[in-house]
């Protein structure tokens, strides 16, 4: 265990919403083995928890959430990449019986955007960006695709994942990725509005509604991340994946552009 004072996410009720806040600035709160650790322990505990009724996921710092924490994928095996514990985070947030909002100050990035993905709602300020950044170091968005993908639609996923490219949150907006893209001013009132839509239903007819929305794909998750994770753990601790990484931590261009 962590000690609490060094804790990495916040777990907060208050009304019937369970508050999860990443609070890890120091790195634009990258999933560290730590931050991922806390956040698997915080969803579990707002699953339990029979007084939450409605799980908001947000964050502290200008950065929402970075991906993976490439300092410590970088010279690690495949066995011990951290991606391999992040199934567990996409699978906990899009099967939770509780609605889940993702709330979004500021960016996110590759893992990020999969977590934003597999929330239920999500809600971003206008000046809020985002990329699938994993080709541009080398390794493969094969994890943070198992929720990405039923999001977005498919012109937009191929342009996206393969060009790696920035695109702002009324883009994101459009192509599915969020419910909606608002003046930062306006970010508290529009998550604060879907969720006092939110606890008005009956607890178990949203968990019975949530199973019915995810349909096949929720009953086949398990097997689908555990495929997509060994592919991107793969990547990750492949010759192409590390100087990917070393030429990201050393702010240079990767050996394979021309």
Aim: charged share 20%; with cysteine.
């Amino acid at each position: 265990m962590f000690a609490m004072a060094d804790e990495l996410v916040h777990y907060d009720l208050d009304s019937g919403v369970a508050t999860i806040t990443l609070d890890s600035p120091h790195n634009r709160n990258a999933l560290s083995a730590q931050l991922r650790s806390e956040l698997t322990d915080a969803l579990t505990r707002a699953a339990d928890d029979e007084q939450a009724r409605v799980i908001v996921l947000t964050h502290t710092g200008t950065v929402f959430c970075a991906g993976m924490d490439l300092k410590e994928a970088k010279g690690a095996g495949s066995d011990d990449q951290g991606v391999n514990g992040f199934p567990a985070i996409l699978k906990q947030l899009w099967t939770s019986p509780k609605p889940v909002v993702a709330k979004l100050a500021g960016p996110a990035r590759a893992g990020g955007v999969g977590m934003v993905a597999a929330a239920d709602i999500a809600v971003a300020s206008a000046d809020a960006t985002f990329a699938f950044t994993e080709v541009r170091i080398g390794v493969v968005p094969a994890l943070i695709s198992v929720t990405v993908l039923p999001r977005l639609s498919p012109r937009a996923a191929h342009e996206l994942f393969l060009t790696g490219d920035t695109f702002d949150a009324t883009r994101a907006a459009e192509v599915g990725l969020l419910n909606a893209a608002v003046p930062p001013d306006e970010l508290d009132a529009k998550v604060a509005s879907y969720v006092d839509s939110l606890v008005r239903g009956g607890p178990t007819a949203l968990a019975a509604t949530k199973e019915l929305l995810q349909g096949e794909r929720g009953r086949i998750m398990g097997a689908e991340l555990e495929k997509m994770q060994a592919l991107s753990a793969h990547h990750f601790a492949s010759d192409e994946g590390q100087e990917g990484i070393a030429a990201f931590g050393e702010k240079r261009p990767p050996r394979w552009i021309p």
